[in-house]
């Protein structure tokens, strides 16, 4: 059984660039969750994701957006980087409202 | 609002002794709680939870207990071991259940 997977693994952008990210859910599960990790902070909330709508959002800019396919996966898109956007971003899928399952993240380093 | 605040690490200690990481909490409403540990190059892994208060979450010899007087999910283990090296994350999630709210983490060293 296929856990969560993020691709890509590891990138790197310029400023001013757009990034998209991708997540695969666990089997059975319907909802997706994108987190921000910051180096040395816990994870935060960016938006989730439910019947391909977003159900609900964390205190992020426009320029973070995102979409759930048919098939439950999903992508962030992150436009005109910042250096700030340099983290670790964390895909969580659950069914409904249920416990979280990671997978290991995309980390974005952003010059 | 939600939030969550962990003790300070970095906590090192040897192999078989005592672990305690704090957590304390602030929430609107009922709220569930978490811990979650990242090992290093790893996503978050559930540790253990407990949904309700006075609730014992358990796991790997870790526990945590619900006290909503102190409003606090204190992580314990009685004998670490080096496998258990790792950033711990205390979390809640509220009755919704749409947001988790993370603590900054606590990073453990068990030196043999």
């Known amino acids: 059984d296929a856990g969560v997977t993020q691709s890509p693994t590891h990138l790197i952008k310029t400023r001013g660039q757009q990034v998209t990210l991708r997540c695969s859910p666990k089997s059975g599960h319907d909802t997706v969750s994108w987190y921000q990790q910051a180096l040395g902070q816990g994870p935060q909330f960016i938006f989730q994701?439910?019947?391909?709508?977003?159900?609900q959002r964390g205190n992020f800019p426009d320029r973070f957006s995102g979409h759930q396919f048919p098939n439950y996966s999903s992508e962030l898109n992150v436009n005109a980087l910042l250096l700030g956007d340099s983290a670790l971003y964390l895909c969580?899928?659950?069914?409904?409202?249920?416990?979280?399952?990671f997978g290991e993240g995309s980390r974005l380093t952003v010059l | 609002g939600n939030s969550v605040t962990q003790m300070e690490g970095p906590v090192t200690l040897s192999e078989e002794a005592f672990l305690t990481i704090n957590c304390t909490y602030t929430?609107?409403?009922?709220?569930?709680l978490f811990w979650y540990v990242q090992y290093p190059g790893e996503g978050l892994q559930l540790l253990l939870k407990?949904?309700?208060?006075?609730d014992k979450g358990s796991n790997k010899g870790f526990e945590a207990t619900y006290r909503k007087e102190t409003t606090s999910f204190h992580l314990e283990k009685g004998s670490v071991q080096v496998s258990d090296s790792a950033v711990y994350f205390c979390a809640l999630t509220t009755n919704t259940g749409n947001q988790f709210y993370f603590g900054t983490g606590t990073s453990l060293t068990v030196i043999p």
């Open positions: 994701y439910y019947e391909e709508e977003e159900r």
């Open positions: 969580a899928s659950s069914l409904g409202i249920g416990e979280l399952f």
């Open positions: 407990a949904t309700k208060a006075d």
């Open positions: 929430a609107t409403g009922y709220p569930s």
